[in-house]
């Protein structure tokens, strides 16, 4: 009689998302979507490989949870015009010198968490034009956090903040302007239950970053969520 031992191996290592970030050399657009907090680095260098596709890339867009850590992954992008950390979450404030020597940036999008900007955060972005910013409440400054920037740049925020921004200090130095081309509002309605959810509370969750919006129902069974960003996914509970 024959008898057989059949040994299998287990590598508990989940497989690589095919479908993990994305780069189109055609027109230098980077897309950074699935890395590990505190790896964004890692995640660029993987897709990227080599130094000659560093220096093409024009545009880079970061979707998902980061870490101070994180920050400088622009650092040798010496061609990237176009920035966007919008839909980010995971951190409160910009570390100093995050964005430095970008000679070519011209734009960037921050995240409605941002509390804190450090310290020369753009020094030496000569052609930065436009910075967009989703937080209502307008960010503390660091000393010299914008040392060096051109006084012309325009800085868009959510529409209902501009009073808050143009009568702040450090802000105020600035030309303030409305984010309403980049922004969007969903409306949610209610079943009328004659006060069955009053008390209760709408969420609105961005599917990318996590980011929540709450609204408290009361007797109205219509809410309006505002100042939101346009080419995102929401869902609501």
Known sequence: DLSYTAVFSYNPMNPNDPAANYFDQTNGSLVVDRFEPGHLNDAIHSKLGTWDNYNSVKSITVIGRMQSYDFGFSHGFDNC???DISRTTGYTEIPDYSFEE?????????????????????SGCKKLSDIYLYAVAPPQLSDEAFWGLDKNVKIHVPSSAVSLYTSSIGWKDFTIVSLDQNEKSITVNLPNEDGKYKNL??????????????CLVTNRSSYIFYGLMKNTSYDVF
Do not use: A, D
């Open 81 to 83: 015009e176009m920035i």
């Open 102 to 122: 970008l000679l070519s940036l011209n734009k960037i999008y921050f995240p409605m968490n941002v509390e804190k900007i450090g310290t020369k955060v753009f």
């Open 201 to 214: 509370t709408i969420e609105l969750q961005n599917i990318h970053n996590g980011q929540l919006y709450k």
